[in-house]
């Protein structure tokens, strides 16, 4: 568009001249990215009534009302940038749906095992380790759903179907169980299996539409194209272009693990009465072919997930589109149709056939148990083979953080597990403990009662831990509140200021140990969980009873541990529940439960489908469109400012531009767990090599921290030899104010991870980058390539990775 000009002075030969007027200067943009917990539109853009710009719902970008047109009118925005904000809490914390995703939560640490994968140098293909790492990282999160089937079936099938139908005892004083007594149609134990398997397989079929329905709503979300090369970031993986777009490997999971659900519910059903037919001289000849049938068939089902689980990991070199039709849709199908085979197989009449003693739980329990077990085994010497191979200085646990989060995640799902059955058990025996003399039922596994028994002294194991850290905690504190006030020059000392201030510190300080604390906790539980298993398998006996003869203190402490493991289990069941319900019904109670979401669930599902949905992989692409597009439309500068969990989608998101967007952008993260939290227990994304590479790609970064906050730490990139200096910036002081001055009439507060945007250092770094990309000097500044235009990427040309390239 021509620009206007005015007229000059008239020359003596009165012709006149014009002088263009120089445009407008592009505009700037500031991206606010919110961290955990949420925040309101208008208390991040600090206005009360922002407007919506673009997004939906769930997540949007949001301006203030007088800043909806700010294209339009450039110029009055010189020297300050257009605010907007990115809220992206609706995604863990939407609808009341979101409870149930309390019960995926050892799916969720299962899934956190597989990026907590050691490092591996730069350059060539990985290394067949890596590929065994994913490998038994998706076998564990393939047991975890097994566990959890088979713990429904041990109520439905073994406690209710097989004990309590068959024991006068127990259905006489239960109406609704009346009609499962001697005498009617459902008394054949095979027709009361076949009844209570409904329970367990629409367990499975819930947890296949739970999975189903966010993963069109999450891994389905195409990248924009223009992405760069997958063979440049290989210091960065997370700026792969196939990183966020985890279709196939989740629908290929939910169709192995929603067939080994339904399996296990066919094997449960089959196994007695298969049993009582090869034991039974009466049974026909068809039943027995029919037998052997199903368990042919059970087998090959078998052998055909463990095919799909096994044969290929993620691939992250570009966008796969494509999905693996026959496993996706035979898989499931064919399973199903094998159970509706076996429920009318164990469900033919067997006239004497009777119910007694409990279903082979004890076994099944115990070959999960010492299968998880030997699996984290091998996962911990696989782990530590890449760490002695590439080190990361500051890995958790010497690299042994995945193998960590593995085992917590099992003994989360041991536990829920045994919860439910011991509870089941304990309300159908009434008074009578559940395996004691004389109780009319035998009650669930003796596994399940071992494993009640090793809560306490797993806690207590606990406590002395924390006790250690807190009494080292307030050393600290004691050592660091003498020096506190020399840090604000004019201060007068103040000696319980000085403690609460050192004090903030002490206790962000804590979060350092935490890697130690969780390995001593995997270290107890991996020996009390071998001890428990030991036990069930020599006593055959619930503890209470195993111990009987021996000593009567060690006797005392068997029952001591029986009976306060089952009420520990059955207190952490009802407060359950009652956080589920609550977070149903409540949003605030759903935003309390989604910052644990916020946290856990960053990372796509690599190894368990049934995990909850990876909300980044919907908001790393909306950032990156945006970011993208609004460049490419105006040509202006842009920061994104993330705090907290912002930060570290701010970072992804940076990953995935293009090299010409990138250079008209800068990062700003404040209270950032990028190194502290994320490079210690994810080192092969968040590491020093990752993290140096982002400031090699982007050296228009600022990092603030404090050495209150918790969470937030510095990044550790960067140095004085640097064009732009090092990337952090701090300890910033906290508070502001050591005591009362003119500036600070009353006392300041300390603020820890909250608040950075009050601290004048927020304005002038976010200033300086600004400054920074409209240096001219800058190098790539005056680079003029071309933006990519947004489209959707649709390549199919190109071979996808060969099998579990990323593990």
């Known amino acids: 568009m021509p620009q206007p000009a005015l007229p000059d002075a008239v020359p003596p030969d009165g012709a006149h001249r014009t002088v263009p007027v120089p445009p407008p200067p592009p505009l700037a943009l500031e991206l606010f990215v919110h961290g ?81 994968r050691p490092a591996t140098a730069p350059g060539g293909p990985p290394p067949r380790a890596v590929r065994a790492y994913g490998l038994l990282v998706r076998l564990l999160a393939l047991s975890l759903t097994v566990l959890l089937v088979a ?136 039943l027995l072919a029919a037998g052997w049938a199903v368990r042919v068939l059970l087998a090959a089902g078998a052998v055909s997930v463990l095919w799909v689980v096994c044969r290929r990991g993620r691939t992250e070199a570009r966008p796969d589109h494509r999905l693996d039709r026959a496993a996706v849709t035979l898989l499931p199908s064919g399973a199903l149709a094998l159970l509706a085979a076996v429920l009318l197989y164990a469900g033919w009449s067997r006239p004497g056939w009777t119910s007694s003693g409990r279903l082979p739980g004890d076994v099944a329990f115990g070959v999960l148990m010492l299968g998880q077990g030997g699996c984290v085994l091998a996962l911990a010497l696989v782990a530590r083979r890449l760490h002695r191979r590439t080190p990361t200085p500051g890995a958790v ?31 159908l025996d009434g008074p009578a403990a559940p395996g004691a003399p004389g109780d009319p039922l035998p009650g669930p596994p003796v596994l399940l009662s071992w494993q009640a028994a090793v809560l306490p002294p797993l806690l207590l194991a606990l406590a002395l831990v924390a006790a250690v850290a807190a009494v080292r905690a307030a050393a600290t504190r004691r050592g660091a509140a003498a020096t506190v006030a020399a840090e604000y020059p004019g201060a007068v000392p103040d000696p319980d200021r000085s403690r609460r201030i050192a004090g903030a510190r002490a206790a962000a300080a804590l979060t350092d140990t935490a890697p130690w604390f969780a390995g001593a906790v995997c270290l107890v539980t991996l020996l009390l969980g071998a001890g428990a298993l030991a036990g069930a398998r020599v006593s055959g ?31 952490g069941m009802a407060a359950f529940v009652a956080l589920g319900r609550r977070a149903y019904r409540d949003p605030a109670s759903r935003r309390t439960i989604g910052i644990l979401w916020d946290v856990g669930t960053f990372w796509p599902r690599a190894a368990h489908p049934f995990a909850p949905p ?126 009362r001055d003119p500036l600070h009439p009353l006392p300041a507060p300390i603020l820890r991870h909250t608040d950075y945007q009050a601290d004048p250092a927020f304005t002038a770094e ?19 390539a071309d933006l990519p235009a947004q489209r959707i990427s649709k390549a199919r040309a190109a071979p996808a990775d060969p099998p579990g390239t990323a593990g």
């Open 151 to 286: 713990a429904a079936c041990e109520v439905a099938l073994d406690l209710l179907a097989w004990q309590c139908a068959g024991s006068r005892a127990c259905t006489g004083s239960r109406a609704r169980l009346a009609f499962l007594r001697p005498g009617g149609w459902w008394a054949q134990p095979g027709r009361r299996l076949a009844l209570g398997a409904l329970v367990p397989a629409a367990l499975t079929g819930l947890l296949w539409f739970l999975s189903a329905r966010t993963w069109s709503a999450y891994e389905s979300q195409p990248p924009p194209a223009g992405t760069p090369d997958p063979a440049g970031h290989g210091d960065a993986p997370l700026g792969r272009p196939g990183f966020w777009y985890g279709r196939r490997i989740v629908a290929r999971l939910r169709a192995a693990h929603t067939a080994a659900g339904l399996l296990t519910v066919a094997v449960a059903v089959a196994a007695p009465a298969v049993r009582e037919d090869l034991h039974s001289a009466a049974t026909p000849a068809g």
């Open 614 to 739: 990876c909300y980044a992989e919907r908001a790393v692409p909306d950032l990156t469109w945006r970011m993208t597009g609004w460049t490419a439309r105006t040509g202006g500068r842009l920061v994104i400012s993330g705090h907290s969990q912002g930060s570290v989608l701010a970072a992804a998101a940076v990953w995935q531009l293009p090299p010409g967007t990138r250079r008209r952008v800068a990062l700003l993260t404040y209270g950032s767990p990028l190194a502290r939290l994320y490079g210690r227990w994810f080192p092969a994304y968040f590491g020093p090599r990752p993290l140096a590479a982002l400031h090699r790609d982007l050296d228009c970064w600022r990092n603030l921290w404090r050495a209150t906050d918790p969470i937030g730490g510095p990044v550790g990139v960067g140095g004085s030899a640097d064009a732009d200096g090092p990337v952090d910036r701090g300890p910033l002081a906290d508070p502001v104010a050591y005591g």
């Open 766 to 784: 976010r200033d300086a980058l600004l400054a920074r990309l409209a240096d001219p000097s800058r190098p790539g500044a005056r680079e003029d």
């Open 397 to 427: 646990l010497g690299g042994l953080g995945g193998p960590a989060a593995a085992l917590l995640g099992c003994a989360l799902g041991g536990v829920m597990s045994g919860g439910v059955a011991q509870r089941v058990a304990d309300w």
């Open 541 to 571: 006996r619930v503890p209470a009873e195993a111990a009987r003869d021996a000593h009567p203190l060690l006797a005392a402490a068997a029952r001591a541990a029986q009976d306060s493991g089952s009420w520990l289990i059955g207190f």
């Open 36 to 116: 955990v917990a949420g925040a309101a539109p208008g208390e991040l853009l600090r206005d009360p009534h922002p407007v919506r710009v673009t997004g939906d719902s769930t997540a949007a970008v949001f301006r203030r009302a007088e800043d909806a047109d700010a294209e339009a009118h450039p110029g009055r925005y010189a020297g300050r940038p257009v605010p907007e904000a990115y809220c992206w809490s609706r995604l863990t914390s939407g609808n009341g749906a979101r409870a149930l995703w309390l019960l995926l939560l050892p799916f969720m640490v299962a899934n956190l095992a597989h990026w907590a």
